[in-house]
């Protein structure tokens, strides 16, 4: 049992009065600026949050590691979560642009596995992969040479924490790079691929909401 005051850790996080059913995660700018409405969102909690309906919120987190509280916290309420994030491509069949699920991914060792890691979801829109969850950004292009030695087509920094917290989820990324075009040296059209799949994605939610709430 946890000794931790639940309810004022949680509201003092997000400032809601209950967690929603359903919370929306991501730390991509864009994607929380097209989702929440500015003039409700919640910039006296540790992270900025919103509700978008009764029993749907988002929170925008931090990258990487720093979101594993977030995870934590949610974890102690009945919830689904649905993140939306950015992947590296370690596949040469996925490429920037793409929109993925990722339906697994190693995180310390192990892989951790979605809840929905064997449905069928999606059409084509949206391709479920293998994935690796790295410390940081650069840590893909360091260890890319390991990476190829694992049955994985992505990598990202959260989805591994998420899944080891929280099962019950669903990690859709856009792939903003990869292993042959790394951030640093990324081309206008790439830069306008992954603009245009941040703007799919929003498109996309109504779909993965629907689905996951009749699960």
Known sequence: MRDLPEERIAKTFFRWKKIPEIVITTPISLIFQRIAKKR?????????????????????????????????????FETKIIHLGFSCAISSSIKIGDIVFIKSSFWKGK????????????????????????????????MKNLLKGFDVEVTDMETGIL???????????????????????????HRKQVNKSLEKVVKLLSQIISFIQNV
């Open 40 to 76: 409700n969102i919640q910039k006296k909690s540790w992270f900025f949050s919103q509700k978008v309906k009764k029993n749907i919120g988002i929170i925008k987190i931090p990258p990487g590691r720093a979101c594993e509280d977030v995870f934590e916290v949610l974890s102690w």
């Open 111 to 142: 892989e951790r596995k979605s809840y929905f890691h064997d449905k069928k979801i999606f059409s084509e829109n949206i391709r479920s992969v293998k994935g690796f969850t790295v410390n940081s950004v650069l840590e893909t292009y360091k």
């Open 163 to 189: 899944y080891e917290k929280i099962p019950k989820s669903m990690s859709i990324n856009i792939v903003s790079d990869s292993l042959v075009h790394p951030f640093f040296f990324l081309s206008t059209i």
